[in-house]
């Protein structure tokens, strides 16, 4: 992964869950499904890999990535 990518999920783990969840629907907006969805699964992954608890940015997370799955199975828009 990127050092960007990595740099982004560290802010987003050391925010607060609330900040953390418009920041994610703002990428959602801006960056696009694909970019969040990744970000999302990394931030997942790095909270099990580092056994860090953060129940609401875990819920952050989840909910971001549903929405931008709902997205990409909508596919491009025309």
Excluded: N, W
């Excluded at 999920?9 to 609330?18: D, E, G, M, P, Y």
């Excluded at 129940?55 to 989840?62: M, N, Y």
């Amino acid at each position: 992964m990127h050092d960007a990518k990595r740099e982004r999920i560290s802010s987003l783990i050391h925010t607060s869950a609330q900040d953390a969840c418009v920041s994610l629907m703002l990428m959602l907006q801006r960056e696009g499904p694909a970019y969040t969805l990744e970000i999302c699964a990394g931030a997942l992954v790095r909270l099990d890999a580092t056994r860090v608890e953060k129940t609401s940015h875990r819920k952050a997370f989840a909910t971001a990535a549903r929405k931008a799955l709902k997205q990409l199975e909508k596919g491009p828009l025309t």
